[in-house]
């Protein structure tokens, strides 16, 4: 069965400090998309970033890079020099398919706060 | 383009009564997928439906239900509410499905339940 870890819960961080998110999932198929989403307050999830299982090389977006190994089944997410903007709740998701198509699972989340 | 749209955003329902929530998502987008979030079990898959079909659910109640309709836009029903209902109910959107699409979320209809 696919699962997905996030083992912060929350962390907080004051303003321009670097801050790497962490992920690991867990999925026998491989073929399978990592995807990280941003909820701010306002409910909405943001999508960030879609990886599939055979491109591993790292992305920059910004202040966003994100670390994909598959040899330790995790995809990391740092936020360099982070802003009070950044702080919401982060989401790492797997899918993979199966006869009914596309099944995805989230994180439970980490909460980010960032101070100023 | 207009993204995805929920409606209600706010709705508080007596234990009991039966809610019906809407989404319409990004046009010409064909799967729309539903989610329950609570603070207690993080986001949880209800169901997904594509072309007006249900092809996957999560592990839900019977009281929850859902519909699309041929513009794709899809509707979901809770009968008989309880307590535990009481969370924020995310709709999401893609352009197909089993290709790895991303979803595009709604910014999602809170439900309390008294």
């Known amino acids: 069965a696919q699962k997905v870890t996030q083992a912060q819960t929350e962390i907080s961080v004051v303003e321009k400090e670097d801050v790497t998110l962490d992920c690991v999932y867990e999925?026998?198929?491989?073929?399978?998309?990592l995807f990280w989403y941003k909820q701010p307050p306002s409910g909405e999830l943001v999508f960030l970033i879609r990886?599939?299982?055979?491109?591993?090389q790292n992305e920059i977006s910004g202040r966003y890079s994100w670390n994909f190994q598959k040899s330790t089944s995790s995809f990391n997410f740092t936020i360099t020099a982070s802003q009070v903007v950044d702080s919401a709740v982060y989401f790492c998701?797997?899918?993979?398919?199966?006869?009914?198509?596309?099944?995805?699972?989230f994180g439970p989340g980490t909460r980010l706060s960032v101070l100023p | 383009k207009a993204g995805v749209t929920q409606t209600p955003r706010y709705l508080i329902k007596t234990r009991g009564q039966q809610v019906t929530l809407s989404c319409s998502p990004i046009?010409?987008?064909?799967?729309v997928s539903w989610y329950q979030q609570t603070p207690g079990q993080g986001l949880q898959f209800l169901f997904e439906?594509?072309?007006?079909?249900?092809?996957n659910k999560g592990n839900f109640p019977g009281r929850f239900s859902g519909r699309q309709f041929s513009n794709s836009r899809s509707e979901m029903n809770v009968s008989t509410l309880e307590l535990g209902d009481s969370a924020l109910y995310l709709c999401?959107?893609?352009?197909?499905?089993?290709?790895?699409?991303?979803?595009?979320f709604g910014s999602g209809t809170r439900l309390t339940v008294v």
């Open positions: 998701a797997l899918s993979e398919f199966d006869n009914y198509g596309q099944n995805f699972v």
């Open positions: 999401a959107s893609s352009l197909n499905r089993g290709n790895g699409d991303g979803y595009t």
């Open positions: 439906y594509f072309s007006e079909t249900q092809r």
């Open positions: 990886r599939n299982s055979f491109d591993e």
């Open positions: 999925t026998r198929d491989t073929t399978y998309y």
């Open positions: 046009s010409g987008h064909r799967s």
